[in-house]
């Protein structure tokens, strides 16, 4: 396949999982608790054999499974992300006594995993995170500070924690610890947050923890959170894609059918035009989505920018596609239970996590003066 066009087969799947997301997820997805793990969702991922996926194929796939299913449910396309954000630091870097562990379940849907980075005092800047970890006995650390913004807690049944080993040395003292949910002096909250997303705090109070849990090597945890977030950051923009889709579609059933001055709204030229403008910017950032996947997949160098790029445009462009999408609706997209109110809210936290739009800006500068300095 080339960057600009996918291949029969992979369409195909895309409409597959479309369906899927739209008669098998939504229906397990309204039955939800907002705010909480909707374990049954994450099951029927699982039984599904979407979630296995995350940890057999590449980073195109990830994006084609994200976008597909947050067209017809985005509680749906964040549960599987989800569990890969959480389970990816386990398969990329665990020992084969965590993989054998924990891959299963997180595959099967019946374990829930977190990825626990930011912390109160550290988001963009995760390099300066405080979260101490002591060591304590010969081979061992307590884990005693604070996350906050997570996604899955307090319920997720094991966390990927970023934990400072070395004080003082920024991102080289930070190592990434598997730490199972019913570790003594684990705790956590809930925090109700504008979108429907199961997200909260966690609190270590001398959590203890032995070099069986560490993912990776010990100081080398900042470089585990980068792997994963440079496959990652791509499929966020995959996801902001799909809403993008999803709102351009309803805005074009809309305006073709709604009575407006004699005509319909779309005879009007500012109206179809702005259509087009829709049209036109998701098309550019799902190709540019593909493009770096494809790149991560290749193993080519300009991953980080490619990422950011992908991420930064992505985001950005669905945050400005519903928002045209809620005006050309008019009234009755502001309705609580309407697709594109539903929306309004989902778009908005991309443009925050995984680096804010302003740190993707700063990625690609530092990327592109980088490629100066090589020369
Ligand atoms: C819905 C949601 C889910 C999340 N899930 C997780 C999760 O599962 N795991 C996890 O670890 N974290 C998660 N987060 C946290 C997220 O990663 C942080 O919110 C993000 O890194 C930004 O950190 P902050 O909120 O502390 O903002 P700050 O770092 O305080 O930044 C605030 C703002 O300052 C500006 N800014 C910051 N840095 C720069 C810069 N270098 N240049 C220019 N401007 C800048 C930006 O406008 C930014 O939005 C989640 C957040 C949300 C909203």
């Not at 049209?279 to 991953?303: C, H, I, S």
Request: charged letters at 25%; hydrophobic letters at 45%.
């Amino acid at each position: 396949m080339t960057a600009f066009s996918l291949e029969p087969a992979q369409l195909a799947w895309c409409a597959e999982l479309r369906a899927l997301a739209e008669h098998r997820l939504r229906p397990l997805a309204e039955k939800g608790e907002p705010g909480r793990v909707n374990r049954a969702l994450v099951a029927e991922l699982g039984t599904l054999g979407l979630l296995s996926r995350l940890f057999t194929s590449g980073a195109l796939d990830l994006c084609l499974m994200r976008e597909s299913l947050a067209h017809a449910c985005t509680e749906a396309e964040t549960a599987l992300a989800l569990q890969g954000l959480g389970a990816h630091p386990v398969h990329a870097h665990g020992t084969p006594a965590q993989r054998d562990r924990w891959l299963p379940r997180v595959s099967d849907g019946s374990a829930v995993a977190a990825f626990a980075l930011s912390e109160p005092g550290a988001g963009s800047d995760a390099a300066a995170l405080s979260l101490a970890a002591r060591p304590d006995g010969p081979s061992g650390w307590r884990l005693t500070g604070e996350k906050c913004w997570i996604s899955n807690a307090p319920d997720a049944d094991f966390c990927t924690v970023f934990a400072r080993t070395t004080p003082g040395a920024g991102a080289r003292g930070v190592t990434a610890f598997l730490v199972p949910a019913d570790r003594p002096g684990l705790t956590g909250g809930r925090l109700d947050m504008l979108s429907p997303h199961p997200i909260g705090t966690l609190r270590f109070d001398a959590v203890p923890v032995t070099a069986d849990d560490v993912l990776g090597d010990p100081d080398g945890g900042f470089r585990v959170a980068m792997d994963t977030l440079n496959l990652f950051r791509p499929s966020v923009g995959a996801f902001a894609v799909g809403m993008a889709r999803a709102a351009l579609d309803a805005t074009l059933e809309h305006t073709a059918r709604r009575d407006a001055f004699g005509g319909r709204l779309k005879d009007l030229q500012s109206v179809a035009h702005q259509v087009a403008e829709m049209a036109l910017r998701t098309e550019a950032a799902r190709l540019m989505v593909y493009a770096a996947a494809t790149a991560y997949d290749e193993g080519a160098a300009d991953v980080p920018r490619r990422a950011a790029m992908a991420k930064l445009l992505a985001t950005e462009t669905a945050q400005y596609v519903v928002d045209r999408a809620v005006q050309l609706h008019g009234a009755r997209a502001l309705q609580r239970g309407h697709l594109l109110e539903h929306l309004y809210r989902e778009v908005r936290a991309p443009r925050i996590y995984e680096g804010a739009s302003e740190v993707q800006r700063g990625i690609i500068a530092k990327e592109l003066y980088k490629t100066l300095e090589d020369r």
